[in-house]
């Protein structure tokens, strides 16, 4: 009875969990769910707005109002401890990490590419524009950059909003523009300039195109030495005196400078340059760096063994340049020997500091150059002998010390012109100057050096400028002037002084008159009783005013006996803070010390036109090619 009692009830309990099953297998899943835990819970199929939750494994109803599943995991948790374990487990692997969510994540720099780029009219299409623009003039960068894959994709990676106009864009409208925006400031600047010094040379370009430069240099209200590249001009006329003279007149007056405001231009030893300044009646200073270039070049010339000397040089040169195991053997030689792991130098025949270099770098790896070649048979004769060596010391002692002059005047940042009084004094009783130990070569090229630099220096006109320059620059004043020219460079200066006074005071007086005749006439003023002691010029001390020459005198000797500026101080500097105490004088340095005293600044105008007609450039427009040097050295 009993087990039979059993048996209906297990018969009972498997119908039952029969029906569940099936009945749990009717349920199904919550639409649009996110949440691990609906994966424990479901709906009858006939409950289509899923209002009622059951329990897959208990089958019981559970409320969660709102969709919210903070009973549905309770429910779980108390009721079910292993689905729960799952469902926790479920929803850890299913949650991203804070690493995939930034990888999956759009970035915000690329949310703002995709959308629409610039406009060409917005502000910061032109402000890359312009950008862009300001490189291709400045760093001398051919136009068709624009079209390389490499800057294309450069400006792409900084601002991908940005649309790069085509080449046809830069060389007709942008670079125009900004050729015609930099003439503009510099016409402008040019129009307060009360004196400038010039410098001009010829040159012919890669593709054998002439071209003449010529550059300005003034010193501004502020007391900046400015230096301006006013043309890189073609030049296809004959190169006469009076063509050249013409087309440097041309040029000033295209510019509205007057000529009497030019001081002096520097130009090098070339007769139709010389000729041209003589045309126009320009006082010209000659180039120092040409003029010692020449001294040296004539110092060494006819002399066999220096001849000798250096052509063995070049060849020993030439050999270590055409092979790579002669320079991998000298660098390991020079390991070996504590030698500086320094190459040898190349001279170029138009620069004399290449040459002395070259000496230079010679007789520093004497010992490791003899290793290399005796190394190799065929190499044994470049050696250079005892004679050879003693002739480059030599050279090198008498020349050394004269490459760092040609350096320094030819900066064009500080003023230089004043410099060569004391260099050539210096050069005469210290550097130049014949020692008990110098052997009869050394002798001889000092000798010659100096006699051709005085010979040069020695006329009168250029005398009077060089003393004028060094006495009223406040480092040097009367110190390199010989003592019996003193009162005549006193003189000269109380009178221009004076004569520039004049001039400001006729230049004010017109301009005054122009203003009044512009202006109505002001309302009548009351007197005061100041102004009726200052009407009165006729008083018992009237006879005892200074004149003005007088003045100009006084404010001489006080500038005489101030203290010597520093050697290494700049006079602009100086006459900038002096010029409250000297009015008169200051217009006299304004006027003298901008004057170069080397035409390098035309010389560095015609290296920037070799970076610009390149091999690759050959078929620019002499047009173009002075639009793109005048941006590169004005911009």
Known sequence: MAASNHRDKEQQCGALTSSHSKEKEELVPKKCSSSAVWAFFGFKSSDFKQSTILCKKCWKVVPAKGGNTSNLFHHLRHRHPMEYSKCIEKRSSDKPTKHSVIENQTPISESISNVAPYEPDSKRWKQITDAVTYYIAKDMVPIYTVEKEGFKKLLKMIDKKYQLPSRKYFSETALPALYDDCREQVAEALTRVQFFASTTDLWS?????????????????????????????????????????????????????????????????????????????????????????????????????????????????????????????????????????????????????SRQRMIQRVLEQEEAIAQVLTADRKTRNLVPTWQDADVLRSLNKALSPLMAFTDVLSCENYVSVSYVKPVLHLLNNDILAVEEDDTELTKSIKEKILSYLNLKYSSTDTQDLLDVSSFIDPRFKVQYISEDRVAAIKARVVSEV?????????????????????????????????????????????????????????????????????????????????????????????????????????????????????????????????????LAKNI
């Open 498 to 630: 004076e004569s520039l006074l004049q001039q400001v005071e006729s230049f004010a007086a017109g301009a005054s008159n122009t203003e009044t005749e512009s202006q109505e006439a002001p309302a009548k003023k009351l007197k005061t009783l100041g102004s009726l002691f200052k009407a009165n010029t006729s008083g018992p001390r009237a006879s005892m005013l200074v004149s003005e020459k007088d003045k100009i005198v006084l404010e001489l000797n006080h500038y005489l006996l101030t203290p010597l500026a520093d050697s290494e101080s700049d006079p602009l500097i100086w006459w900038k803070a002096q010029q409250t105490n000297f009015p008169r004088l200051c217009k006299l340095a304004q006027k003298y010390l901008c004057i170069p005293a080397t035409s390098a600044a035309c010389e560095r105008v015609f290296s920037t036109c070799g970076n610009i007609v390149t091999c690759k450039q050959t078929r620019l427009k002499p047009d173009t090619v002075d639009k793109l040097v005048f």
């Open 205 to 353: 370009s890669q593709t054998t195109e002439p071209y003449i430069s010529l550059t300005v240099h003034y010193i501004d209200p502020d007391w900046k030495l400015c230096t301006k590249c006013l043309q890189t001009s073609y030049f296809p006329e004959d190169h006469t005196g009076e063509a050249i003279a013409q087309g440097l007149r041309d040029a000033l007056s295209a510019w509205g400078l007057r000529e009497e405001l030019q001081i002096c231009i520097t130009t090098d030893s070339g007769s139709d340059v010389v000729k041209a300044a003589q045309l126009n009646a320009w006082e010209r200073l000659q180039c120092f760096g040409h003029r010692l270039h020449l001294a040296i070049e004539n110092s060494v010339k006819g002399d066999k063994r220096i001849d000798h000397a250096i052509g063995v040089c070049k060849k020993l040169v030439s050999t270590f340049s055409c092979s790579w195991k002669k320079r991998k053997a000298l660098s390991v030689a020079q390991a070996e020997l504590s030698l500086p792991q320094h190459q040898l130098v190349t001279e170029t025949p138009t620069r004399w500091g």
